[in-house]
């Protein structure tokens, strides 16, 4: 095609992008899609164009086919897990980015690439307060951008796991001797990344009775237990902020724990971690100074699009004696002369695109000041939200914690017999969990374009529903 | 930002891309950026700014700043590696993918995310003349898209442990007689993936000497012999276009050998597998109709941005029985009546974007007709390549398959001379390997710029180096 013909159907698409942003913004969408499983299959050919066809054609079946069967994550009231977050910096920068097409597996496949993510890692190291030895400034740690908190997790357990075995573990696996803890409470991709990397179930350790939280004597206990008992205890994964109550663990005290016994701390902040840039929301109990590793999903809660998660490593040799790869076509004098970082040894797959230029388009275009605002007035819209549950009767909360609201009825049928409503209505977006055996309902806060007057009416929606449930 | 600010600063970049489009058509730029380690990161403030900046400025600074330190990957010059390829409709798609923020981990968080990548899948199974029973229209198989080739491989990997193991591999991991093999040839994400998956250091079986193919002989009596020493064999990792030399294992042979004793067989055909568009070009061989899952990386002879890599399986429920998470905030009804895909259960991450919309974009661009020419235009490349290098006094044709020219000097010491000089050229991006101990060049063919007239200017500028090393 012509530079022309994709300036003209790029400045269309911009156009149709900010459009459908605005219908977002002013309710005019519903949450989500009316169609039935198999909607989208029935509209789309069953064989590819032999042919090439217009882009812009390609582009009103976009919005034909594709976007009337999309839930709309930054929708006001999409309330359900936890955000996923966008902005104009972001989706600029993915064009940029897409445009430019540059692979960063190694410093020399372009050096930029791998500057610009160190610089921009050890930027939000800073704005979050975190411990200079998680810097490449330090010349010890650094930050990487992982797609997603998961493989964030599975790198740093593979890691963890290569340490406790003093490197037995490249050559010869696990051989079911090393273990990972955690609680139930760490999300699925946990005790996922365990399994992937071949360790099995994670021993889970017991949380303090009434609270979400790990019970770090009992944490304590099981891992000299199973030391004793010949085992090899390699990483523990605490939350700063868990899935279901956005609880956080004591990670200063499982830090310790960890420390005397050489064991790996991975600390997944995969959503609160962003409130690590307000300082008034700095938990003294959180911070990571003894852990080994640290992801946030910049992709959660500010303002940048999926994928992006930041893994910060105190030790970056720990990470690269783990997941380095070579190979007679990847030698090259800059890595030979230790000069340089190449991220392949620092994730899961070889190649990679340029994955920092969003998150500095984001940081440059927002500003902190204005990042750590969009935290204080969804932590704010939240405080509203729990402040209308507990002024209706019937409805209890259970906590609410920075943007995040859990609440139930006061019968565990009721709290089903919403969330079966709930399921079925597509102007809401909530999760149903469980608490202690309870179901649950959660209501995150996070879209860009949620306000006063989006939270009270998406409080009608459920409240109407909440109503219709004896 | 308004969205009106939006609308032109992204007309602005589409602008800005085409210019660069048109500056590497045009070989106005150098392939090789010209700078040190540590100059973007001198050029990069140390610390993030707290009052947000103008968009237009960030635009201006990544042209000024990051595109003079990349190394362009779609120049005519880049012969490095493999490509990674890129196009129009391809970065269209990265922009309203961006834009629409969909997040596709459940088919119920996103139908029609889930559903596109379904139907796209099957249709370039189709268009590669793929086994039916790795579609989803099968109704037991189906494509998913991957980041690269190596999350494949490690995805391929922990489902055939799970399936060797009885799936005890999902609560006691490898316990250390899980077994992995594949050659020496296999790309260096393999013995990653098998480390990553906890298997320690794959079996390595011979290639048949003089070749860099699989000895399927040898596969069968180690696994036979490995088999009886008690060790248990989950997976085996064939190569169709390996890296070095595009060598293809006997696929046909290797399936027969794995079926016969129930060993998982994934197929990496990152790179020559687009070959398969072309009917010509299909080898009877290396049909995976044996096999148990096949990826092919679409960003890298398929005019698809990075990453974007298409994973096969033919039976779905091994890769969802090792991969699938569960919590109660992610139990849904669709999910629970067996009605839909959730591609969480296909992959490493929880989350995902919306993966295929960029796929789509390309196969209706472009059509199935011009991307076999595509493949057609870049071998006849090559082919004009290797007879400038067989026209050379001095220099030895290793091979030439597909769009990859191997060849090196008379003598080691040589081609290493030259490999060093082409190592400071900014004109020219070859990469050194070695096949069968000796130092070869490899030089793929694959930018959207290329042609005749720019292989001949490549090719002087390769020549001129090797005539300056004696």
Known sequence: MSERAFHTV?????????????????GALPVVPPGPPGTTLKA??????????????ILEDTWRTIVPQLVHWQHPHFLGYYPTNNSPASVLAELVTAGLGAQGMMWSTSPAATELEQRVCDWLAHALDLPSRFTHESGQGGGVIQDSASSA????????????????????????RLRVYCTDQANSCVPKAARIAGAGRPVLVPTVPGTQVMDVAALARRLDADRAAGLVPAAVVAT????????????????????ERGVWLHVDAAYAGSAGLCPELRDADARPDLADSYAVNAHKWMRTGTPCDVLWVADRNGLTDALGASASY?????TDADEVVDFKDWQIPLGRPMRALKLWYVLRAHGLEELREV???????????????????????????????VFRAETDERTQGIARRLAGEPDILCTAATVDGRPVLRAALGSPYADETTVRRAWSIIRGHAAAVS
């Open 10 to 26: 790029a400045a269309d698409a911009a156009g149709r992008l900010t459009d459908h942003w605005r219908a977002l913004a002013t």
């Open 44 to 57: 789309l050919p069953q064989r590819p164009p032999e042919r090439g066809e217009d882009l812009a054609d």
């Open 153 to 176: 997790a599975l790198v740093a357990m593979v890691a963890a796991l290569n340490r406790a075995s003093a490197g037995r573990w490249r050559d010869h696996g696990t051989e079911g």
């Open 240 to 259: 700063v902020g868990t899935t279901v109550t956005c609880a956080t663990d004591p990670v200063h005290e499982i830090g310790t724990v960890c420390r």
């Open 330 to 334: 990847l030698s090259d004098q800059s």
């Open 375 to 405: 935290v204080r007035h969804d932590i704010r819209l939240a405080v509203l939200l729990a402040s209308l549950v507990e002024q209706e009767h019937g409805l209890h909360l259970v906590t609410r914690r920075l943007g995040l609201v």
